[in-house]
Structures are given as C-alpha cells and as structure tokens.
C-alpha cells in the first residue's frame, strides 16, 4: 500500500481513492488509515471506501447526506484538533477533540450536505453505516 500511494504522489494526483484496504486483518487497516497522512502532507486528498465506511484525513471537506451511510464520525489524528461542523445533528465552532476521547463519535448528517473544516490538528472524518 505504501509503495502504492509513493507511486501515485508522482502523478500529482487530484485525489487518491483507496478500495479494499478494510479488512478483517486489523493491522493492515490501521496502517492504510495511517498512511492517509502522506497524502495530505503533499496536498493530494485521500480516501478509503467500503461497503461500511468513507474515511477521509482532510483539512477541508464537504459530504453529502447518505442514507446507507448517516454516521459521521471525527478522531483526531494529533493529540488534539480544532474542528467546525456544519449541516450535522451536532454542529460546533472550534470544537477541540482530543485523542482518545469520544466526543467526536457518532455525529449524524441532517441537512443535505455537511462541512467540516480542520483548523488546526488532523483529524479523521469517517462516514459509516451499522
């Protein structure tokens, strides 16, 4: 996987999509997570989709209302991270998450679209389903 997104960031990419790095190896899901930071830290978005879930490591994003997928979840990445949400049952101004706290869990999309913004730390924004 690493070899793969080394090779991609050569094409100077719009964005990197990631399937079928979800699995039932843990190991291997958490360092494909992991390895959305190499994206990000040369500006190319990155994504990884399955059936169950859209993860993302964003400064910026906007994410349609699904009705598989209505969980939105954020976990900073840092020890903490400044976040504003918008377009969600739980909407926040510079809302500070902190890693290895829950607050940022199980929000839920309400209106057609939601934003979130990283204004300082990274976090992750997951869209999942149950």
Do not use: W
């Amino acid at each position: 996987m690493e070899l793969a997104i080394e090779y991609a960031i050569k094409f100077k990419p719009k964005e990197v999509v990631i399937y079928g790095a979800i699995g039932t190896r843990l190991d291997h899901t958490l360092v494909a997570v992991q390895l959305l930071e190499k994206l990000l830290n040369v500006g190319i978005p990155g994504s990884i989709h399955d059936e169950y879930n859209d993860v993302y490591l964003v400064d910026q994003i906007t994410l349609p209302k699904d009705p598989h997928k209505r969980y939105l979840s954020l976990l900073p990445v840092t020890k903490q991270a400044v976040v504003t949400i918008t377009g969600c049952a739980y909407n926040a101004a510079d809302l500070i998450l902190h890693r290895g706290k829950t607050l940022g869990v199980s929000n839920e999309i309400r209106e057609k679209t939601a934003t979130i913004e990283v204004h300082s730390g990274k976090a992750l924004v997951i869209q999942s389903r149950d």
